[in-house]
């Protein structure tokens, strides 16, 4: 499956649960809140929530309040979305909250990846499930914002080692320059985190 898949997949629910996996790191939150972000965009009903708390060091980050350590009771949703994880049980208790009736969009990187839902976007041969978020940006056609710029560029720089790691391509670079012109600022956010 494809981006175009997920974008389908999208177009057909109207409330989601985003999560990711257990101990979440920058790609984890920064992709989930920039993918947070699109979907409320697009007129939908979004909860994030996460087994564990986000990391001090990611606070920072406009909208990581939003990713909550609890599921809301009133919140019925019709699809779940796992970001950055390679089977649906690294994503902890949040796990008991998907029914088997639930449709689950699977979008990461990993070459692990089980494959798991019934929407699988896995592309083992990008740099983090924040490059796959910014394709979904341009997939529906939306100009980045500053504080989407700011997540997808966090969630780049730490899955590639702050671009120093062998998944760093031509076309992270390409997806950077586009997140820099956004308002995302390399020294201040590299500052913030190391």
């Known amino acids: 499956m494809s981006r175009e898949t997920v974008k389908r997949a999208i177009g057909r629910f109207e409330k989601f649960l985003i999560s990711s996996h257990i101990n979440p790191e920058g790609d984890?939150?920064?992709?989930?809140?920039?993918?947070?972000?699109?979907?409320?965009?697009?007129?939908?009903?979004?909860?994030?929530?996460?087994?564990?708390?986000v990391p001090h060091t990611l606070r920072f980050m406009k909208g990581s309040e939003d990713i909550l350590k609890e599921m809301p009771r009133d919140f019925n949703f019709d699809s779940a979305m796992i970001l950055d994880s390679p089977?649906?049980?690294?994503i902890g208790r949040i796990a008991n909250y998907i029914s088997s009736d639930k449709p689950v969009i699977n979008i990461d990187h990993h070459i692990s990846n089980q494959r798991f839902a019934r929407y699988n976007w896995v592309?083992?041969?990008v740099s983090s499930a924040g490059?796959?978020?910014?394709?979904?940006?341009?997939e529906f056609k939306l100009k980045m914002r500053y504080d989407e710029a700011v997540a997808i560029y966090v969630a780049i720089m730490t899955d590639t080692g702050s671009f120093k790691y062998t998944n760093t391509s031509s076309r992270t670079h390409r997806i950077i320059a586009e997140l820099i012109d956004a308002g995302a600022e390399p020294y201040q956010l590299f500052s913030r985190i190391y």
């Open 28 to 53: 984890a939150i920064g992709s989930q809140i920039a993918m947070s972000s699109l979907l409320k965009r697009l007129g939908k009903k979004v909860v994030s929530v996460n087994d564990n708390p």
């Open 87 to 90: 089977d649906l049980t690294r």
């Open 123 to 125: 592309a083992p041969n």
């Open 131 to 138: 490059e796959m978020v910014f394709e979904l940006f341009k």
